[in-house]
């Protein structure tokens, strides 16, 4: 009976420390993606080179990689994709439009998933609103649908949206 005891002791504590140690790594890259800033943490993503390119040329890196805090309706790579080339190359050449745009993402303050599912609508840093709205239970943000939300950085919070938003 001892025996059993202790086996079944040892198997806990085996299984205990198995746990432990797989959620170890996911831990550690939570914490190490809270230590960036909205800017660094967009760049490690992969998903938004395109946003900081534009961010860049426009300007803007600097104040979202700034104090804060920020929420970032940040369009995707395969978002961008889907402008016409030529409205990207418009936008390119006119800095104060570009910054409009990028700015239109852009909302003071920190806003989780959870609360901006309670939002009709949030000021942008260009300065007009943005309607919000949920769909069967998905965010949606101007037309844009929140793909991934609740990206923390050190200076605020980005949403991935499958859309470029135009002001």
């Known amino acids: 009976m001892k ?3 202790l086996v079944a002791v040892l198997a806990l504590a085996l299984a205990v420390g198995a746990a432990t140690a797989a ?3 996911a831990a550690t890259t939570r914490a190490e993606a809270g230590q960036k800033n909205l800017v660094q943490t967009a760049i490690a ?3 938004f080179k395109t946003l900081a390119a534009l961010l860049t040329r426009a300007g803007l890196a600097g104040t979202l990689a ?3 805090p920020f929420t970032v309706f940040a369009p995707t ?4 994709a889907k402008v016409p080339k030529a409205t ?3 936008l390119g050449r006119n800095k104060a439009k570009l910054r409009a745009v990028l700015l239109y993402h852009v909302v003071k303050g920190k806003v989780p998933a959870a609360q901006a599912m309670t939002l009709k609508s949030a000021k942008t840093l260009e300065g007009k609103s943005v309607p919000i709205r949920v769909v069967n239970g998905k965010v949606i943000v101007g037309g844009a649908t929140v793909v991934k939300a ?3 950085a050190t200076n605020g ?3 991935a949206i499958d859309k470029v938003l135009i002001p």
Do not use: N
């Not at 790579?77 to 961008?80: G, Q, T």
């Open 3 to 5: 025996r059993i005891a």
């Open 23 to 25: 959620a170890a790594p």
């Open 45 to 47: 993503a992969g998903q």
């Open 66 to 68: 700034g104090q804060g």
């Open 77 to 80: 790579d395969a978002a961008f």
């Open 88 to 90: 990207l190359a418009a």
């Open 150 to 152: 609740d990206v923390m």
């Open 157 to 159: 919070i980005i949403h």
